[in-house]
């Protein structure tokens, strides 16, 4: 994949991530951040794009997400094994 075509999924993920935690309740997203604390920030793309672990906010996206532990732990595995 072109770097450019990362980018732009990078940028989608990210939005529609972003926009996902901001239509939960007040209350949930609190709670969210007092479990994980914030979404991190969007590193430099030439950061995230060279890193072999990639941005830090799809580790914390995968974390909060409500998935169950077994679909989180093949999605990593998924994850490392294309590095």
Same mark, same amino acid.
């Given at each position: ?9 990078? *940028? %989608?993920?990210?939005?529609? $991530?972003?926009?996902?935690?901001? &239509?939960?309740?007040?209350? /949930?997203? @609190? ?12 590193? *430099? %793309?030439?950061?995230?794009? $060279?890193?072999?672990?990639?941005? &830090?906010?799809?580790?914390? /996206?995968? @974390? ?20």
């Amino acid at each position: 994949m072109c770097l450019s075509a990362l980018r732009e999924l990078h *940028d %989608s993920v990210r939005a529609k $991530s972003g926009a996902w935690l901001n &239509a939960m309740s007040a209350e /949930l997203r @609190a709670e969210v951040v007092r479990s994980f604390g914030p979404m991190p920030p969007v590193e *430099d %793309s030439q950061d995230w794009a $060279s890193s072999p672990d990639g941005p &830090a906010w799809t580790w914390y /996206l995968l @974390a909060v997400l409500p998935l169950g532990p077994q679909l989180q732990v093949i999605i990593t595995v998924l994850l490392v094994s294309l590095c």
